[in-house]
């Protein structure tokens, strides 16, 4: 079973509908077994760092999340969590990635909504994908570039589309909503 994290953020129905339509079996849950021992497990979120944070601490999801053995994806707000801190709400995050979540600079083009491609891939997650492929954003935080980075986009400035870490995998943009290649960077994912 795919557990898709359920907290105090939105976008968890689009994800299962997209797991569902590649053909496998997922539960929207906030259970701390259920996803302790789930196969993989999905952390999606749009949202406000901060109080999302709140959520995941008082329910204790945010240490489970941390100590997660299984394939796990972070997408959008679900990356930035997974970093350590994030300036939206000066929010201490969860950690599994030693990166700063940034606010772009101010300008009327904030937030990023809609298609940018991306480029310099690396790593199993993006296999199949070609570079500058386009994906759909809608965020105004980003994820500053570190030896994680395993995709990156130029919006403003250049920054993480994806990262990885052990057995975390994270995107900026939003896979169930990037059609055939965000199905297929889904597909590897719950094909790891």
Known sequence: MIAIIKY?????KSVLNAVARLG????????????KNAEKVIFPGVGHAAS????????????????L????????????????F???????????????VKLFPPTEIVPQMGWNNIYELKNYLLKNVDENSDIYYVHSYYCELSEYTIAKTDYILEYSAALQ????????????????????????????
Do not use: W
């Not at 994030?86 to 700063?100: A, D, K, L, R, Y």
């Open 8 to 12: 105090n953020a939105g976008n968890t």
């Open 24 to 35: 496998y079996e997922a539960e929207i849950t906030d259970d701390f077994e259920k996803i």
């Open 52 to 67: 999302a944070m709140k959520y995941l601490k008082e329910r204790g999801l945010d240490q489970l999340i941390k100590n």
């Open 69 to 84: 053995k299984q394939p796990t994806l972070g997408i959008c707000l679900g990356q930035q969590l997974m970093c350590e």
């Open 86 to 100: 994030s300036e939206e709400g000066n929010t201490e995050c969860i950690g599994i990635f030693p990166v700063q």
């Open 165 to 192: 870490k052990d057995n975390f995998y994270a995107t900026q943009f939003h896979p169930e909503k990037s059609a055939g290649i965000g199905e297929r960077i889904l597909q590897n994912f719950l094909s790891l």
